[in-house]
């Protein structure tokens, strides 16, 4: 494999990093009404949008492994932690496979709250150079689709505003958005 290879896999790599953080965290959540259910939704969706939701924000920072390279695509795997509300500390991993020709990319995470607590997520992402070498700017629209403990049967969905490292496959930022706790209203 040639050089050019290398550098598109490492620039792969930095897009989609599991978005992480050490700066300050946001200060409100992104607005997220849009992702709500309708009334008119299916049964779960009713019971979904009929649980108040909550903000969820919190800063995160994590490094990437990829893996599955083809001329077109890499699958790029980040765990990581931050601090996040309802979450505390927490730890996340993340598999999400990236399209080079728009770089973008879709996947799943998996993330842990301090007390073992857990929800899922599907990630819809994009990404653009920042103008320093090797750097990008990632936006990850992570939508949650349930988990365990008082995050069984939760719904929402946040925002990851991150930069990457293509060079110290690094990557980190902050998120915001609204999380459904159904287990925690019964």
């Given at each position: 494999m040639g050089s050019s290879f290398t550098a598109v896999v490492f620039i792969g790599a930095a897009l989609l990093l599991g978005g992480c953080s050490q700066g300050a965290a946001p200060a409100g959540p992104?607005?997220?009404?849009?992702?709500?259910?309708?009334?008119?939704?299916?049964?779960?969706?009713?019971a979904a949008a009929a649980t108040p939701r909550v903000p969820l924000t919190g800063t995160m920072r994590g490094t990437d492994v990829d893996s599955d390279p083809t001329p077109t695509t890499i699958v790029v795997t980040t765990e990581g932690g931050g601090?996040?509300?309802?979450?505390?500390q927490f730890s996340f991993t993340e598999r999400v496979t990236l399209t080079f020709a728009t770089l973008t990319a879709v996947g799943t995470s998996h993330w842990v709250a301090a007390n073992g607590d857990s929800f899922d997520t599907t990630i819809e992402a994009s990404g653009q150079p920042t103008g320093t070498p090797g750097e990008f700017s990632i936006t990850d629209i992570h939508t949650i689709t349930g988990g365990t403990g008082r995050f069984a049967?939760?719904?929402?969905r946040f925002i990851v505003e991150r930069v990457a490292s293509a060079i110290t496959l690094t990557t980190s930022g902050s998120f915001a958005g609204t999380i459904s706790l159904p287990a925690a209203a019964d």
């Open positions: 992104t607005s997220v009404a849009s992702a709500g259910a309708s009334l008119t939704s299916s049964p779960p969706a009713v601090t996040a509300t309802h979450l505390g049967g939760a719904h929402g």
